[in-house]
């Protein structure tokens, strides 16, 4: 199937449902769902949008506001993963523990604003990476419609900037607990630490980022071509300076880059 062919089959198994609960995360592929689903169902899409000290604290703003313009009515809602004592031991099968959390209160929700189906941005790509979250999915009857469609990440941006929608070359999102080696406990200082390192990144016009946890150590990930900046003596200084003002003793750069779920090798090196 062409991306003409995927987009078509996306509205067609949307309409089929009728009315969608869309898990939204203000990142390229949810708000992609939502759009597409906004102009196929109308009023009959609700997106949910959950924060905790595992998002971002700079993509809530960004997210409410892209939903604004797509014209999606957004429910707000505070999950509790943190509160689990076996997702803070961070074991290998954390994304499932915070799907569940996360598709219980969606669910009650759905339920008690009269929606029958639940969606998530799940991409065809999702299928070649360890994603123990896909149990809790089926668990709870939850659709990929992204997925059902066979619609990869790059034909998502490619459909996204057709829309003309900010998202289109938005940098992967993904929650900060992705930035512990798995069996590191995760706590809230260590997640306002990670936090704080990303924005100021950020702020200082890297893209994609991400600041892998190691105890005192902090392991920067970016984009092989923000790799030179970052070396540029006077950047390194700055960036060092702050990042141990956030309490890391030694901070290191990842030399092969970004790459999403970089912590996941661990679990493949011996295979």
Known sequence: MNIDEKLEKLKNILKSMGDVVVAFSGGVDSTFL???ARGVLGDRVLGILA???????????????TASQIGVKIKVIQTKETENAKFRENPVNRCYLCKTELFTKVKDIAKK?????IVDGSNSDDLGDYRPGMKALEEKNIRSPLKEAGL?????RQLSKMLNLPTWDKPALACLSSRFPYGEKIDLKKLRMIDEVENYLHDEGFKNVRARHYDETIRIELSQDEIDKFLDRKMRERVVKKIKEVGYIYVTLDLEGYRQGSMNEVLFRNK
């Open 51 to 65: 924060t905790s000290p595992t998002y971002p604290s700079r993509e809530y703003k960004e997210a409410l506001k």
């Open 113 to 117: 604003e009269n929606f029958k189906n």
């Open 152 to 156: 990869s990440k790059n034909e998502i």
């Open 34 to 36: 939502l759009k597409v």
